[in-house]
């Protein structure tokens, strides 16, 4: 059977330490060609720059051949069904790297494709995104069992792969969020129900952030949400992480955010360009981290 990464829940909890060793050695050493003679395929129906420049770059670092699919080009779902699209692309790339707005439609395309897909963020979802944070905490001394990480902002795609992340590794996960914008009921009752992780939802973000190890926020209109940006922007006015919030954390708190950041909003300039940000080495994580999955999948498709 071909495995997929579609979520955090696709990884064992032992596979975390695994993925990211082997992180360490493609970053140490960018001479291996795995994917030689091998093309990925590339689903993208949003925009994306980090997504799409670690997957190309990575891809190309393992010896493969990327080949970028806009939605303007290649209409999944619209101009052809995702799981005739996922057969085709099946008979002539190795992987399929999805970034798409209904996680119902990557679904499909892991159903019927025979070689693994791998999830670039989808409404649901965005697992990529938070193996990259777990590796950068870890690079920064804070993935330590019961790292008290705190979301300040919307219960969105991130915050569902915290959550994910909470099942498998031992953290205390809090999302400050005002009312109407808890995350997926289904997805936060199951890590609660999994007992690994202490995760809570408090009202207010100063209470939240007392002894956070990690202040993590995003931007608080998603993408595909822009209709609703006025009045988000009305019921996140006390949500942004600023150095008065800052302060109420740990004194040596990291700060987090997947970007693009919307300065001024959700986060202050002062505190993205502040000693305690660690943003920047979040966003090239994506490469070593995502690179590391690729050779993993790759690897259980010649175990079969
Ligand atoms: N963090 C992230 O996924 O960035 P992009 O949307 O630019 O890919
Ligand atoms: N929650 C954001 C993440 C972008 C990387 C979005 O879905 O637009």
Redesign the pocket.
Known sequence: MKKDFLSLLDLQSEELDELFRLADTLKADATRRPFAGQSVAMIFQ?P?L??RVSFEVGISQLGGNPIFLSQEGVGIGVREKAGDMAELLSRMTAMIVARLFDHALLMELAHRATVPVVNA?T?LS?PC?ILADAYTMRQHGKWKPGAKVVFVG?G???VHSWLELAMLYPLHFVLAAPIGYEPNKEIFRQAVAKGVSTVEIIVDPTTAVKHADVIYT??W?????EAESEKRRKDFAGYQVNAELLAKAKPDCVVMH???AHRGEEITNEVIEGPQSIVFDEAENRLHVQKAVMVRLLESMKAD
């Open positions: 949003k994306s980090r997504t963020l409404d965005h995104q919307d969105n795609n991130v995003d931007v209109t998603s993408m595909g949400q997947c970007l693009p």
